[in-house]
């Protein structure tokens, strides 16, 4: 008989331990560690322990085909999934409580069901008559969607382990899912990973496309052990702030497809509307003629994306000056505004500076520094940027403005929108993008240029 062992596992990282301490040596947590006592795994009978089957070894060489893939028609969501749903494949999807996440994915469900796939909708939070108000709610409760609510993983596995299977299959939400066979809580380390251990495993074995939601964590991580991301070959973040209308998917791992990718989404009373073009809609609201305020041209993944960037710059009457940051690394702030200070000999240490980047899209490149150090400098000159101007590129400690990738795509999305000039990093030699002639593109090498274009002194 399998000897027990003593086993105390975090339920923030996962990280196992033999005796049980107040405090997780892996990530710093406190009182995390829980009892998962295990039984200890024997070979079987006829395998020494030593030995095992010999692994066959192929070539690099050979035919590559692209995975087939299921389009799910919400033309958003299969962007960010690399062109649709491969099908085997296992897809986590983690966002706040109360962003969209069970709205968009009953949407998609729908819109495969009417195109003629068996879709499954598994609940572990809510009733089936919740489920039912949802659909009415959205206008889908004519789709074929079948709904079920169960948190027992076998249960689950003894019905979709039949020969016609759905093709998809939505599980809300991974924390609520159990195996019987171990004695802990759902949501903890151990059962999350043993269910969607058998969960995938099943999916790929009957090619059935799973879609997981995942529970974050106060600091927007996806509850339970890491992993759990490691596991699924898709991870999607929902993110969006609950005041703002716009909700953004985001790709931030994917096996069969490019990462960093985008979908836009709008907020409305009938559910989560495709927004085909996110530029226009951010710039809808932006006045012209306004300190503070510069357009930036970035790109998330493969898609171009415009957005404004608004600064305000105040005196304050604290001792210690606020940096208020939305959108954008406050960390990145700091340097933009030491650079400012030491290399451009602009005052700003006793001032109260807010940075937000308008419409509750979140900007992790560096090529926002420039628009974000223009956005500053107009704010504290209280002179508003030419019209029609685009900005980008990264800025370097010395002040440098540094060259960043895809200048002719980043143009050509401002193009679309009327916009005219652009303020650019300094080409390479043969390297000028073909769409500058429809520009006025002033390249600029350091950041006293830019203060000389707003008229203020160096």
Not at 42 to 58: D, L, Q, T, W, Y
Not at 60 to 84: M, N
Not at 291 to 301: H, I, K, P, W
Request: net charge neutral.
């Amino acid at each position: 008989m399998a000897k027990p062992v003593q086993l105390y596992v975090c339920q923030q990282c996962g990280a196992s331990y033999s005796r049980w301490a107040g405090r997780c040596d892996a990530c710093g947590a406190w009182n995390s560690l829980v009892d998962e006592s295990a039984a200890k795994a024997e070979p079987p009978k006829g395998i020494s322990k030593r030995g095992g089957r010999a692994i066959a070894f192929a070539s690099l060489e050979g035919a590559i085909e692209d995975p087939p893939r299921r389009a799910t028609q919400v033309e958003e969501f299969d962007r960010v999934c690399g062109g649709g749903l491969v099908p085997g494949s296992s897809v986590l999807i983690g966002g706040d409580p109360g962003i969209g996440k069970s709205t968009i994915l009953l949407q998609t469900l729908a819109a495969l069901a009417n195109g003629g796939h068996a879709v499954a909708y598994i609940s572990g939070e809510e009733a089936e008559a919740q489920l039912r108000m949802r659909a009415g709610r959205l206008g889908l409760a004519a789709a074929r969607v079948d709904i079920a609510c169960a948190t027992n993983v076998r249960d689950i596995l003894a019905t979709l382990d039949v020969n016609n299977p759905p093709a998809v299959v939505v599980i809300d939400s991974i924390q609520t899912m159990y195996v019987d066979a171990l004695d802990s809580a759902p949501g903890t380390v151990a059962q999350v990973r043993s269910s969607a251990q058998e969960l995938i495993r099943l999916a790929k074995r009957r090619g059935i496309i799973l879609l997981l939601v995942g529970h974050v964590t106060k600091e927007g991580m996806i509850a339970g052990p890491r992993v759990l991301e490691h596991m699924v070959d898709t991870v999607l973040y929902f993110e969006g702030e609950r005041s703002h209308q716009f909700r953004i998917l985001r790709t931030v791992k994917n096996r069969f497809g490019p990462t960093d990718e985008i979908g836009v989404f709008e907020m409305t009373g009938a559910g989560l509307q495709q927004v085909a073009n996110p530029s226009a809609l951010f710039l809808a609201d932006r006045r012209d003629d306004v300190s503070g305020a510069a357009v930036f041209a970035g790109l998330e993944g493969t898609r171009p994306v415009l957005v404004e960037i608004q600064a305000l710059v105040s005196p304050s009457p604290l001792g210690t000056p606020r940096r208020a940051v939305v959108g954008w690394e406050s960390s990145r702030l700091a340097m933009i505004l030491a650079v400012l200070e030491t290399r451009c000999g602009l005052t700003l240490a006793g001032n109260d500076v807010y940075l937000n980047v308008a419409g509750g899209l979140r900007i992790a490149e560096p090529a926002a520094d420039l628009a974000v150090a223009a956005a500053l400098v107009s704010a504290h000159t209280d002179r508003s940027l030419p019209r029609e101007t685009v900005i980008f590129g990264e800025v370097g400690l010395a002040g440098e403005i540094r060259g960043v990738g895809q200048a002719e795509l980043r143009l050509k999305e401002a193009a679309k929108l009327g916009f005219n000039r652009a303020v650019t990093p300094q080409s390479r030699a043969g390297a000028r993008p073909s769409v500058a002639s429809e520009f006025e593109l002033i390249e600029i090498n350091h950041l006293a240029r830019l203060l000389s274009m707003l008229d203020q002194p160096v």
